[in-house]
C-alpha cells in the first residue's frame, strides 16, 4: 500500500500488526507507521512513534533517531 501511495490503508494494516504484539515485523511496522505519518504529514504523530521506537531500542532505533532529527530540523 505504500507503494502504492494508499497511506491510509498502508497505516491500518500496520497498526493491525503492531496491536496483535505477536508479529516477527512489529518493529518494521513502527517504523513504517511513521513514514507513513511523514508522507501525510501527521508529524506529531510522526515523532511520537520514532521516540517510542528510539526508547525500544529496536533494530530500526538508529533509523528512527535520524528521523527524528530530520524531522525536527525542517
Known amino acids: ?14 497498526e493491525s500488526i503492531i496491536k496483535d504484539n505477536n508479529n516477527l515485523f ?5 517504523f513504517n507507521l511513521a513514514l507513513c505519518f511523514v508522507a501525510t504529514n501527521k508529524l506529531d504523530k510522526a515523532n ?12 530500526y532505533s538508529e533509523k528512527a533517531q535520524k ?3 530530520d524531522l525536527n530540523n525542517k
Do not use: P, R
Open 48 to 59: 511520537e512513534v520514532l521516540e517510542t521506537i528510539v526508547k525500544e531500542k529496536t533494530a
Open 1 to 14: 500500500f505504500m507503494k502504492l501511495s494508499d497511506f491510509e490503508d498502508a497505516q491500518y494494516k500496520f
Open 26 to 30: 512489529i518493529d518494521q511496522a513502527e
Open 67 to 69: 528521523l527524528l532529527i
